[in-house]
Each structure stands twice: as C-alpha cells, then as structure tokens.
C-alpha cells in the first residue's frame, strides 16, 4: 500500500495561516497549529467534554445528518448499482445526534452517523470566538469567493477519495483522522464513479481503499505510488490545495473536524463543473478529428498562458480574449443563457 | 386531489398549455385572489377589494370580474386572449402552474420550483403553447409564467406586512357596494373592505412617510382609484343585454 507520508511542519503555531504554507501547492500537516482551540483542550479531557462544549454552543437549528447502517461499516458510498447512495440522510437536531454517537460508544460495531461540512455560524455562533484561525487572502478588484467554514461530526466513518474545487485547510480538533492524498493527475488510476447521484457533490472514487479489486481497477496499482497518507491527531491541521484527491477516515468513536474552504478566484465565475456538464453537451461526442481539433483550441485560449490570445491583438479588439471585466461577465453569460436556451 | 408535478423538461418536453380564457375551461369566477405586486395594473381595470378570512381575521386582496355568482364580464370570445382586458390576475393567468417549494440538499433552505396540475383543462400535447423548446430550453411562454408566479410569491410575502400596516393605522373599512344595473335591477355585494380614503387624508407627515418607504402608500391609493371600475363592471353588464 501506500508508502509516502505527507510532509509535516512543526514551527508554526500561529493565529494566521503562514502565507509560505499556501504558496506550496503541495499538501502539508501543520503539527499542533490548533492545539490550543478550546474544543481541542476539551477533546483531550474526554470525548464527553468535547460534547457537551459543542451542545454549550449549539443554537437548536435542525442539520443534515447521513446515517449508515452497520454494515456499512462508515463507508459511505454508493450502492452496489451506483444509481443510488448507501445511506440515509434524516433532518435532526445535532444535539440528539451527539447522543446517539455517545450511546454507540460500548458498541463494537454501531450505527455510522456524520454531519458532514455543516457551516459553523448558522448552527454553533460564537463557536469560532474559541476556535479559529485567519486564512490570509491576496487583495483583489472584483469579490472572491467566499471561505466557507465548516464543522463534521461523527463516529467511525469514511468519506471516500475524492476532489473539491477549493483550497482547504482541515483541523482534526477531536479524535483522529487519516487522509489518503493523490494528486489531480491521478484521477483515471482512481476510476471516479457516478457524477451524480454522489454523498456531497463530488463523485467518489470507486476503489475499496481497505480492500482494492486490482482485477476490476488494475490502474490503481499505479495510483498507490503517487499517494501519500496524512495522519492528524487532535490540534494538528492539513492544508490540502484544491482539486487534490482526498479520502478522509475518522479514526476514533467521536472525531470533529473543522475546515476552510476558499478559492482564490472571482465571484462571477461559479463553479467550473458547469463547464465540464457543457463539454458533456457539446464536445465530448463530436467526430473525433473535431473533437481533437478542440482539444488545441482550449489548449490554446484556455490551458496555456492566458494571455497569448490577446498578445498580437490591439487592446480595442481584445473583446472577450482581454480581461474579463464586470461588463465582459455580465455579457458572457447573457450570450451563454440565450445559446442555451433553445 | 390534483395530479401536481414537479414541472422538467423531460417528462413534459410534449405538453403544451392552452392560454385562452373561457367559460369552458372554468373561467367563470366572479371574483380572483390578488397580491399587492399587482395592486398598480389591476387598479386600471377592476375593483380591488379585501375580504377577511372568518377565524384568522387576516385579510386577503381580491379583485371583482362579475356582479353575480359564476359570471364574470371580462370573458369575451371576440378578445384575442378570451379576457377582455389589458392585465389579467395572476392567480388566473398562471393557469395550471403552481409554486412548490424545493429541499435544498445542501442546506437548510427552500427554493421555489414550479409544479404543474397534469388534470387542470388547459393541459394537453396538441392545442397551445410549448413549455419546452425542441433541446429542452425553456419557452417564452414558461418564461412568462416564471413571472406570474414571482409576482405570487413575491405578493405573499408582502401582504401581511401591507394588511398589518394597513390596520395599525385603522385605514380598513367595511365597504357594502350598491350597485343599480340601470335597467331598475339593483344589487348588494357584502362583507367586502376597502381602504378609508378620509383618514388616508388625514395621516400625519411620520405615518405618511413610513407607509411610502414600504412601498404601500401607493397601494392605498390604487385601491381606493381602483372603486371607479365598478362602473366599469355594470357598463360591460349593461353592453352584454
């Protein structure tokens, strides 16, 4: 199995995300950047402590749990037809989750519950008076992308291999976590499943870690020497840049992670999924002589440098090969709404 | 119960919708809901009325169409739509849609969908109006209804802040309408409210103020201009003899 371990730094402990840190482009565990967070100090007195300082903090808003039977073993995933999901989702207090978690405790194999990626301020406000930390974000014209930050809770449970279109920096501030990282060339080794329907968004890779069918997916041999592990004890933190392939096993009977997500990318442009959704459309299935001549062409306007399009042009007739402004946005999509439209 | 569904444009890629307006399609209603999105056009064709519900005492916008049960003056088969008039409630013009509202997976919030009532007379594959256009885009026509039901659900969401307001400031009063149909008939319609046009005169510059910035000030005033179309009413009763 995989060999390679993420790299780890153990200098820095500060309220602000080392800027070097971002730069990396590559995943890195900051060892103890959150040790001093209050729900790490409770965690590490007892998994009934942390509870009951998450309840202290809990405003009574009903959340999404995922709720998987035991012989699911946590894995949460798809069927075994792929068209449907192997877990249920229930609206339920967080509260009454918690206990549920707290009685599966004697248990040696109890029922899988997860409240995954649950925005912290709409359900625990004041929580990140306690416990936060400061991405630092570049100065930009037009508005960015909102950080988005977010809490899981759960028991034993997996979240299996895939990407996410933002930066992120994962804090393990109760129990355990293990995080198995490809990177994004990786993604044919990985064989993804259905893109829809997928337990958050994204679609899972299909490969059974704990167990991998070399017979059915004989690429992920090749995976297995580009992967690295990442093992977070509480208080210790992962930045994972985005699109990396990530899966997440929380290790202990009562695990909660708080993350950061951000893009540095505008506002305007959404999600770039919905670029790939217009490929499906209209690409992926013209001739292929087309279809190659294709491939040069974004190569051209989009992959390589951004610029070059533009560069022999005067500036008056860039158009859209130019900046793209407020204006240029707005007339994009209106062009884009009305093509599609039909 | 009504067959509603979710409105797609798979499965309803063939239906089509018919938009005229006709007796036969159950169009003879002598009253219809109306929200205070629409207070400003229909003030230029019908009577504007509020009714309160029995038990909840909330009141609730309606428009008069006719002087007796089951009739209603504005159906004309000569007019392009059926409907002789410019603006059209649009608790009537919205036709067989209906606002749903949608689970979001991602979170805690509901967005509005659009159903549709797969029974309503109106539904059909052959006579009217595509939903869909030949790949799946969405219609002129679904466009339009978009924005019908916006103004609903936009409507409903301002009403009881409208009626609130309206109440705070004791602006509601009964309103028993006499109506003589000039050839001797004379009729009573009851249990209707309208908006007290003398102590509307008589609001302080404060009250004032605080009704215009919420939008509702000229509502009142569309409601009371809007009384003038009774005699709009007798005079299409009077042309149909």
């Known amino acids: 199995m995989i060999t390679a371990s993420t790299t780890v730094i153990t200098d820095c402990t500060s309220e602000t995300l080392d800027e070097r840190i971002l730069s990396s482009k590559q995943p890195v565990i900051i060892k103890g950047l959150v040790k001093h967070w209050a729900l790490v100090e409770q965690g590490r007195q007892s998994d009934r402590n942390a509870i009951d300082y998450l309840k ?61 990626s649950n925005v912290i301020d709409t359900h625990f406000p004041g929580f990140r008076r306690e416990n ?41 501030v109760v129990g355990k976590r293990r995080f198995t990282l490809f990177p994004p060339d990786q993604i044919a080794n990985l064989y993804p499943g259905p893109l829809s329907p997928t337990p958050g968004g994204q679609a899972l890779s299909m490969v059974d870690f704990a167990n991998p069918d070399f017979s059915k997916y004989p690429r992920f041999a090749e995976a297995i020497t580009h992967g690295q592990i990442a093992e977070l004890e509480a208080g210790d933190a992962l930045y994972l840049p985005s699109m990396w392939w990530h899966q997440v096993e929380s290790l202990n009977p009562f695990n909660v992670l708080v993350n950061y997500w951000w893009s540095n990318s505008a506002r305007y442009m959404g999600s770039a999924m919905n670029v790939l959704y217009h490929a499906l459309l209209s690409l992926r299935d013209k001739p292929e002589h087309e279809r190659q001549a294709w491939k040069h062409i974004f190569d051209y306007y989009i992959f390589d440098d951004p610029e070059q399009a533009g560069k022999h042009l005067p500036d008056e007739a860039h158009g859209y090969l130019g900046e793209i402004d407020a204006a240029k946005n707005k007339m994009l999509r209106a062009l884009l709404l009305n093509k599609l439209n039909r | 119960m009504a067959n509603t569904a979710l409105l797609n444009n798979v499965t309803h890629h063939q239906l089509k919708v018919i938009t005229r307006f ?28 509020f009714r309160q519900h029995p038990e909840t005492k909330k009141y609730q916008a309606t428009v008069l169409l006719g002087l007796s049960q089951n009739e209603n003056l504005f159906l004309n088969s000569s007019a392009p739509s059926g409907w002789a008039a410019h603006y059209i409630p649009a608790t009537v013009a919205k036709g067989p849609f209906l606002i749903g509202m949608q689970h979001q997976d991602s979170g805690n919030s509901n967005i509005p969908v659009i159903h549709i009532d797969m029974d309503h007379l109106k539904v059909n594959n052959e006579n009217g109006y595509p939903l869909f256009l030949e790949h799946g885009g969405n219609s002129p026509y679904l466009e339009y209804i978009a924005n019908v039901l916006k103004t609903i659900h936009q409507g409903i969401a301002i009403q009881d802040a409208m009626f609130t307001l309206f109440s705070e400031l004791d602006l509601i009063e009964p309103i028993d309408i006499d109506i003589d ?20 005169m008589e609001l302080g510059g404060d009250q004032l103020e605080r009704l215009n910035k919420l939008g509702f000030l000229s509502l009142a005033f569309a409601v009371i201009t809007s009384m003038t179309n009774i005699r709009r009413l007798t005079d299409i009763k009077k042309s149909h003899k």
């Open chain 2, 22 to 49: 006709g007796a036969e399609f159950g169009d003879s209603i002598s009253s219809a809901l109306v929200f205070p999105t629409e207070f400003i056009e229909l003030q230029k064709e019908y009577p504007i009325l």
């Open chain 1, 132 to 172: 936060d930390i400061v991405i630092p974000r570049p100065e930009a014209n037009v508005a960015q992308e909102d950080l988005r930050v977010s809490i899981w809770i759960g028991n034993r449970t997996t979240a299996c291999c895939h990407y996410d279109a933002s930066d992120n920096l994962a804090c393990c």
């Open chain 2, 181 to 200: 149909l000039h050839n001797g008939e004379k009729r009573r319609l009851l249990g209707n409210f309208t908006i007290h046009e003398e102590k509307l």
């Open chain 1, 56 to 116: 202290s903090h809990y405003n009574g808003r009903p959340s999404v749990a995922c709720i998987g039977s035991p012989e699911i073993q946590g894995r949460f995933f798809y069927s075994a037809d792929g068209t449907q999901l192997n877990y249920q989702t229930q609206q339920m207090k967080i509260d009454e989750l918690l206990d549920l978690i707290q009685a599966g405790f004697s248990e040696k194999n109890p029922t899988s519950y997860y409240i995954a």
